[in-house]
């Protein structure tokens, strides 16, 4: 049983999160199949940051479902400025099917959920970014043809995509590791549910400041920018902290010969990866990007139909 809302990972079930790849991949080999799927539905698309994969991949992904989406963008409707989030939940609640956000506040996201009757799609808050993390591991899946036993190293910022990446990996069996430099670690509380979670898959999570310990034997490498949404002004400091951290070839010859290098993208080229890397064989990064839609139209569709509707 899926929940009314997808906030984060952590609420969904291993069977839940194989449930959401077997469709997308449905949905990307045969997409003419669920062209029809959504007629006459309409999405709100809420985003109080800038996107460029989440928007288009939602709004193409629900065209592609015969359904349609509408673009709220920061001076469109001032979230909890202009209007309070509870007032903007129950008005949209009137009008929309379905209820995608990008916040800065998770407690955005998590009182939108609470006033609207509607699904609500956590599309990145400063906490999490779950649809981020299913078409990571769509991804991973399709390259590696498996996930249970592999393991993933994190390496930058414990951030928004690091904690998604971290209850992905419990409900998939994989064992993810966030190499970080000293204070930049993952929340504790997500690490420790996420390392509870993982238990019966076998997925451990753990967290370090050693690259070559958190990197050594790894399938997968990843990273992500330095500085999210919101800590611009940071962005010069942290240059300096994370600089050890950049994933060049000497970090990428620490890992498997064979890993795959993922990033959710936008990248800051030469910062936290370097040209070399991005563009080299192991790079999926592109393929990543394409899964945000196959992994969101499933959990678009999920969230929409009752199980066996579907299948
Ligand atoms: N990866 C990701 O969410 O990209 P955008 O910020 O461009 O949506
Ligand atoms: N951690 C980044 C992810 C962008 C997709 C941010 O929040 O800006």
Redesign the pocket.
Known sequence: MYGKDLISIADLSAENVQGIFDLALKLKANPEDYCDSLTGLTMAMIFE???????V?FEAGMTQLGGHAIYLGPSDISLGKRESVPDIARTLDRMVDIIMA?TFSHQSILTLAEYAEAPVIN??SDLL?P??ALADYLTIMEKKEQLRGLKLAFVGDGNNVAHSLMNCGAKTGVSVTVVCPKGYEPNAGIVKAAQEAGKALGAKMAVTNDIDEGVKGADVIYTDVWAS?GQEKEAEERKKIFAPYQVNAALMAKAKEDAIFLH???AHRGEEVTDEVIESEQSVVFDE?EN?LHAQKAAILRLMFAEGDLD
């Open positions: 940051k800038p996107s460029l994969r989440t928007r991949s990008r599309a990145l970014h649809c981020q949404m959710c993208l936008p990007a945000r």
